[in-house]
């Protein structure tokens, strides 16, 4: 069964940092993309990052480059989202999500989600 816990959100100060993790399991980590999705209150969902089986392939949104830094590690079968330099606007439940395939840009989509964390940045 493919199970992915994200894990990391909180409460930040506008500025300030924060890394999110996602753990997986149920599956062939290093083969596959993974995604960074967030989704603001009252908003649809947004695409954040992704990043592709091997890490040579590192995708952002315009809103978060520079900021953010996607990162992923095969022995913890883990994805991080390294948060810098946060805004009110980056206030949203994080979602990390499998692809379907290895490859970025991505031929397949995503197919499975974790249930979230919560980020909230405010003064």
């Known amino acids: 069964e493919v199970q992915l816990v994200e894990s990391g959100g909180g409460f930040v100060q506008p500025g300030g940092s924060l890394r999110l993790s996602c753990a997986a399991s149920?599956?062939?980590?290093?083969?596959?993309?993974m995604h960074w999705v967030r989704q603001a209150p009252g908003q649809g969902l947004e695409w954040v990052s992704a990043?592709?089986?091997?890490?040579?392939?590192?995708y952002y949104s315009a809103s978060v480059k520079g900021r953010f830094t996607i990162s992923r590690d095969s022995a913890k079968k883990t994805l991080y989202l390294q948060m810098n330099s946060l805004r009110s606007e980056d206030t949203a439940v994080y979602y990390c999500?499998?692809?379907?395939?290895?490859?970025?840009?991505?031929?397949?989509?995503?197919?499975?989600w974790g249930k979230g964390t919560l980020v909230t940045v405010s003064a």
């Open positions: 999500a499998k692809d379907q395939g290895g490859a970025l840009p991505s031929d397949y989509g995503m197919d499975y």
């Open positions: 149920g599956f062939s980590f290093d083969e596959k993309a």
């Open positions: 990043i592709n089986w091997n890490r040579d392939t590192i």
